[in-house]
């Protein structure tokens, strides 16, 4: 069947480590997207990328970095720069041939835990 | 900018009685409309969208969410509830005005029914 993958789906992380998180689509979309969630804050988008080897910062870049080198995957890396990094991530992608209807289809997300 | 609001933080129903959740948004232009629900440490799940025509958009799982231009309101509804639609609800809209489309989310909305 296809969909997203993610993983690992929970990770612990001392402070100082830079830490990747994978996700992976058979989904043949083009567009890929990070997004973080809190409590209470809903979703906030951190990159999104609408095609192999391009992608672009999300509202809330700042201590994160992406790759997108191959169609169906696109790994984030949160790095000791991200201030407050403890949260759930979640990947998601989305079929742009469908134009401004097509509707996301996300990961089972990974929870990040800063020790 | 384009942004939806869940006013609601939960909403608890009894199961068998009709259940709603409320959403309205701000846009500038036609809005593209979407609801997912989140189950507990997983990713979200599409439910319906509503994109245009019909004002009453039926999706997943018994849903349906009526679109109102004049109150700009996109409410989740469903006529009977069960104890297995307990989870998070989001609504989001589809922000034009950058040059991908990006998704914004509300804040969520909490259902619970009980049995």
């Known amino acids: 069947d296809g969909g997203i993958t993610q993983s690992p789906k929970y990770l612990f992380r001392k402070e100082g480590q830079n830490v990747t998180l994978s996700c992976e689509q058979n989904?043949?979309?083009?567009?890929m997207y990070w997004y973080r969630q809190d409590p209470g804050q809903g979703l906030r988008l951190i990159y999104y990328?609408?095609?192999?080897?391009?992608?672009q910062k999300g509202d809330i870049a700042e201590g994160y970095s992406v790759s997108r080198e191959k169609k169906e995957s696109f790994p984030l890396t949160v790095t000791s720069a991200q201030k407050n990094p403890t949260a759930f991530y979640l990947c998601?992608?989305?079929?742009?041939?469908?134009?401004?209807?097509?509707?996301?289809?996300f990961g089972e997300g990974s929870r990040l835990t800063v020790l | 900018a384009q942004s939806v609001a869940q006013p609601e933080d939960q909403v608890n129903v009894a199961e068998g009685n009709p259940l709603t959740v409320k959403c309205t948004y701000s846009v500038s232009g036609n809005p593209y409309l979407f609801w997912y629900v989140q189950y507990p440490n997983r990713g979200l799940q599409f439910l319906l969208k509503y994109i245009t025509g019909d004002n009453l958009v039926k999706g997943s799982y018994g849903f349906e969410a009526e679109f109102n231009k004049s109150q700009t309101s996109f409410h989740l509804k469903k006529p009977s509830a069960l104890v297995s639609d307990s989870a998070l609800y989001f609504c989001a809209v589809r922000d034009m005005n950058t040059g991908f489309q990006k998704l914004v989310f509300g804040t969520g909305t909490r259902l619970l029914v009980s049995p």
């Open positions: 998601a992608s989305r079929n742009t041939g469908t134009g401004f209807s097509g509707e996301l289809f």
């Open positions: 989904l043949n979309h083009d567009a």
């Open positions: 990328s609408q095609i192999v080897n391009d992608f």
